[in-house]
């Protein structure tokens, strides 16, 4: 499994504020649950997970994350244009 990261906050590295929102997108369902569970324990607001591309787009349209972790390929597609997104 790999996975990406991407942030809407260029060169600051990943924020360990605990009022910041992170969406997590994972097909995989104990996976999504997992991290979500790790990173609210850590401080983070989690949007998700969502399990596709288009469930991950819908999230988005309610809110803005600051940082995501994203499967890679989720559901057999590549996250790479929704990363793009975020980053943008």
Not at 10 to 21: F, L, Q, V, Y
Not at 65 to 83: E, F, K, M, Q, S
Request: proline share 8%; charged share 15%; glycine share 8%.
């Amino acid at each position: 499994m790999a996975w990406t990261f991407a942030t809407s906050m260029p060169d600051e590295g990943i924020p360990a504020s605990p009022c910041r929102t992170l969406l997590v997108a994972e097909d995989e369902a104990v996976f999504g649950l997992q991290l979500l569970q790790l990173m609210e324990n850590v401080g983070w607001s989690v949007i998700g997970p969502a399990a596709s591309i288009t469930e991950a787009e819908s999230l988005l349209m309610q809110a803005r994350p600051d940082a995501a972790i994203l499967n890679v390929r989720i559901g057999g597609t590549p996250v790479y244009p929704l990363a793009d997104r975020l980053s943008g």
